[in-house]
């Protein structure tokens, strides 16, 4: 049998999965505070869109594919289908965007947070599993199924969680806190799923697919200039406390401008008498 390396260019892989998977949780959080905070359903919308790229490519696809070129198999060259690579991002993006959306508008009440968490974690097992199936080797893959389902329900566990924070997070320290606790679950989602694969058959060299460093090298780095560009603009942005103190202040300027006053403050019983009347 064959002998695979989860670890072939040692802690590089693993820990720069996870700070890839940490920086898109924390943009991704980023972001849905500013979606909390928006008034009109197009800005919400739009930071929820923010958010699913932030967290669906970088935090999920690009920590995997980070991780897999850490992965080889001895005398069996990996390839990858190009199309297929490709789908795995894009159902990554769409899956979290659709448990985002959910709880963005319709809140984190049980039905919907268990939907949405459902919904997601099985999109994001989906996008795992695609990913592994886009290898191109001379190789025969089998999975253990009990192992499969347990990074299935790791899976679906770590959406469900990450969905009650983008409602519930708030302030840098709680929003950095909830990042690297999400990095730990979808990099133990990986590995967890990587643990189910069994390859068998000869060496060889594949006769189809694109080479890892040709494919996912321009990938992931165009996904995480991306998502550079999408921290820029979540930093340019005023944060969820900034945003409500505008809206007061424009709330107020309207009131003033139609002759509206606030109604009068009343009296405290502990006030001096004469400064009741």
């Not at 069996?76 to 965007?97: C, E, K, R």
């Not at 929003?175 to 999400?182: S, V, Y």
């Not at 967890?192 to 000869?202: F, P, Q, V, Y």
């Not at 996904?223 to 999408?230: D, F, G, K, M, P």
Request: a neutral charge.
């Amino acid at each position: 049998m064959p002998e695979m390396h989860h670890f072939t260019y040692g802690l590089i892989t693993p820990l720069l999965a996870y700070v890839a998977s940490c920086l898109g949780a924390a943009t991704g959080l980023s972001a849905t505070a500013r979606a909390r905070a928006a008034t009109d359903t197009t800005t919400r919308a739009a930071w929820l869109l923010v958010a699913s790229v932030a967290i669906g490519g970088t935090g999920v696809w690009v920590m995997h594919f980070i991780a897999m070129l850490g992965f080889t198999v001895t005398d069996m060259p990996i390839n990858y289908d190009v199309p297929q690579t490709i789908l795995s991002a894009l159902v990554a993006v769409v899956v979290v965007a659709l448990g985002l959306f959910l709880v963005g508008f319709a809140g984190d009440r049980p039905l919907w947070l268990v939907s949405g968490g459902i919904v997601a974690g099985l999109g994001v097992a989906a996008m795992h599993y695609m990913g592994i199936a886009a290898m191109r080797m001379t190789g025969h893959m089998e999975f253990s199924l009990p192992v499969v389902g347990l990074s299935v329900l790791i899976a679906i566990v770590a959406a469900t969680a990450a969905l009650w924070l983008s409602v519930n997070v708030r302030g840098r320290a709680a929003t950095l806190g909830a990042a690297l606790i999400m990095g730990v679950a979808v990099s133990g989602m990986h590995y967890t799923g990587m643990a189910a694969l069994t390859i068998t058959g000869t060496p060889g060299v594949p006769t189809t697919g694109t080479t890892a460093i040709d494919l996912l090298g321009p990938l992931i780095l165009g996904i995480a200039a991306l998502t550079v560009a999408l921290i820029f603009v979540v930093l340019m942005w005023p944060n969820e406390e900034e945003m409500r103190d505008q809206q007061e202040f424009e709330a107020r300027m309207q009131r003033r401008a139609h002759g509206i006053t606030p109604p009068p403050r009343r009296s405290s019983r502990h006030e001096p008498a004469a400064h009741r009347h």
